[in-house]
């Protein structure tokens, strides 16, 4: 017998289908989407009130690392200083705040103060700033988003992206360190400033339509588009996902230990805003799911006893991983845990069994393993799995006020996910040429991607993620190859040596894969040479290649159809470029920009040779 979930109070699956002639089905939630706050500040002040001395959030600082911990009063109070500090300088809906450094306590002070100010906030991500060689992307968001502010934590670290940027006329905001040879105002300025009821008045002309934030795309083809996010959008989707799983009076306060970037639309709109919301502390976690850095994470984890954990697959392999051998880490983490969420990428089956027994092991219960599916122009999700599931890779249903046009793209059980609600987003800012794009015949957002039911005959079942048709191709023999289900198919197949992949052969006779490598897990399978060879000594030791092609010919063996077997396989010592538009500051690999730009390793591929990897 199965060990059962931990109780909780999920949304029924409750929802209407209409199937139509020519075989797209619509697809929405019997259940009327709750009343939902006006603005993202109206939390705020409601915890504010009602919990004033709850922790809001908190950061290690300081040279000993300790926790720097902020509560709901403190912080209203501090907000709205910085109001006033931007409303005494002009800021408004005309004249935006650009924020270009990672997660901190100020950063979400600011994000405060700009929505109550009504000037919209647009957060960058550091990538563009710290890892980009020629700032091609900061500069472009800067000139379309044209802000009256310009914020970084520490001036020196940001000092190069700065000097790339014209900063005549523009207030510059540090906190820790001024950037050299620069006029900036420190943070501690703005929170010295005496708020007035100006501060009051501004807040009361917020309505749902006031832009709040600018979010910024990858820039997947070509350079990153700003999407406008409304007050309606966030809060809309806000109250979506409280009626997913509902809170009792008497639950505890949740606790999140989050490192998901806030410039994002998941980290900013659902995992920040959304635990404001539920008036939950908020630990920022400055580790991340990456060798070298997820050990800060594990050492937050041995003090914090989440309710909630997120994370994208790569991340909870290196917890499981920690959790078997530490059982006193494990007993912590799981303590007050409730469920447990993953985004990003498809989970491992055998991850979610490995976090599953660890769950059982410590709690005496399995944990609902939730995700959801959506966009930075849906502010984000239109859907989700709201109920203990006994299987990973679905993205679930959609929210209430959220309706689903399924439209069939020619493989039976296949459709075209395309949506209509009220978070999506109004359009691109300063783009309308993309924005009429953006829509079909009837209203509906064409997101781009592909889904299946896991039970054709019964859509409360929820729906699987089955690629993204833009992303899809064709075989020579005209065979379509899904590339978003091969691709997470054939990553964990080859598990550890994957980090990622990019999967060819639009026009090909067969398909062919080119691989990023888990440069730590390789160095490990070549047990004591590892450490001592160069990366490409590495590619083409005996124990990765051969971890690889066993790995791919398995999947192969077990795949029916040329579309989802892999024929060959590079190894790619250079990582994915930041400039080259190969990757987002999330870890997401942009297939069509990583194929461009490596033509010459997708020829070398199919002409055969030294470095080529051919799988059985």
């Known amino acids: 017998m199965q060990t059962p979930f931990k109780p909780i109070d999920f949304l029924s699956r409750d929802v209407a289908v209409e199937r139509r002639g020519d075989g797209t089905i619509l697809l929405q939630s019997n259940h009327p989407l709750k009343p939902y706050e006006t603005h993202v500040p109206a939390f705020l002040a409601k915890w504010a009130r009602e919990a004033p001395d709850r922790v809001w959030l908190a950061q290690r600082r300081g040279p000993d690392r300790e926790w720097l911990k902020l509560t709901y009063g403190e912080a209203k109070r501090q907000v709205d200083a910085v109001t006033q500090a931007l409303i005494d300088r002009g800021f408004g809906p005309d004249k935006p705040v650009m924020i270009l450094s990672s997660n901190s306590i100020e950063f979400a002070l600011l994000t405060m103060a700009a929505m109550q100010a009504r000037a919209p906030m647009a957060p960058v991500s550091p990538a563009y700033s710290v890892m980009s060689q020629d700032h091609a992307k900061l500069r472009y968001v800067f000139d379309l988003i044209k802000p009256g502010m310009v914020f970084v934590q520490n001036g020196e670290i940001y000092a190069r992206a700065l000097a790339a940027l014209d900063l005549e006329g523009m207030l510059l905001v540090h906190v820790d360190k001024a950037p050299p040879e620069m006029q900036s105002l420190p943070w501690s300025e703005l929170l010295a400033t005496r708020p007035t009821d100006a501060v009051a008045r501004s807040i009361e002309q917020i309505d ?75 630990y920022i976690d400055d580790g991340k799911p990456l060798p070298g850095l997820f050990e ?47 985004g990003g990428a498809t989970l491992p089956n055998d991850l979610y069994e490995r976090m599953e027994a660890l769950a059982v092991k410590h709690t005496g219960y399995r944990l609902p393993f939730v995700t959801g599916w959506g966009s930075t122009e849906t502010a984000p999700t239109a859907t989700t799995v709201h109920w203990a599931s006994e299987r990973v890779g679905l993205i679930g249903l959609p929210f209430p006020e959220v309706q689903l046009k399924l439209v069939p793209t020619g493989e039976e059980g296949r459709y075209e996910l395309r949506l209509k609600s009220v978070i999506v987003t109004p359009g691109y800012f300063r783009r309308p040429d993309l924005t009429a794009q953006m829509f079909d015949e009837e209203g509906f957002y064409k997101i781009g991607d592909a889904g299946r039911f896991v039970d054709p005959n019964d859509p409360s079942w929820g729906l699987i993620f089955d690629g993204r048709v833009v992303e899809d191709f064709k075989l020579m023999s005209g065979t379509f190859v899904l590339v978003g289900t091969l691709r997470t198919t054939a990553i964990a197949a080859a598990s550890p040596v994957l980090q990622d992949a990019v999967i060819c052969g639009q026009d090909r006779e067969y398909v062919g894969l080119l691989g990023f490598p888990n440069i730590a897990a390789c160095r490990r399978l070549a047990d004591d040479d590892g450490a001592k060879l160069t990366a490409a000594e590495l590619l083409a030791h005996p124990a990765v290649v051969g971890t690889l092609r066993d790995g791919l010919a398995r999947m192969n063996a077990e795949c029916k159809g040329s579309s989802m077997r892999v024929r060959r396989a590079i190894l790619m010592a250079e990582p994915p470029s930041v400039d080259g538009h190969e990757i987002t500051d999330k870890g997401y690999i942009n297939q069509r920009a990583t194929l461009d730009r490596r033509r010459v390793l997708v020829d070398k591929l199919y002409a055969g040779g030294d470095g080529v990897i051919d799988i059985p």
């Open 296 to 342: 800060e994470t594990l050492r937050n984890l041995r003090e914090i006893s989440p309710t909630y954990f997120a994370n994208v697959p790569a991340g909870y392999a290196m917890l499981a991983t920690a959790l078997e051998k530490d059982d006193g880490l494990a007993k912590r983490f799981f303590k007050n845990l409730n469920s447990l969420a993953y």
């Open 208 to 282: 749902a339509k006031t832009v709040g934030k600018f979010l910024f795309t990858s820039g997947s083809t070509g350079m990153p588009k700003a999407v406008i996010n409304t007050q309606e959008m966030m809060c809309a989707n806000l109250a979506m996902s409280q009626m997913a799983r509902t809170r009792k009076a008497d639950d505890p306060p949740a606790v999140m230990l989050d490192w998901l970037p806030w410039n994002h639309t998941m980290g900013g709109n659902a995992t920040f805003q959304g635990n404001l919301a539920e008036g939950g502390t908020t």
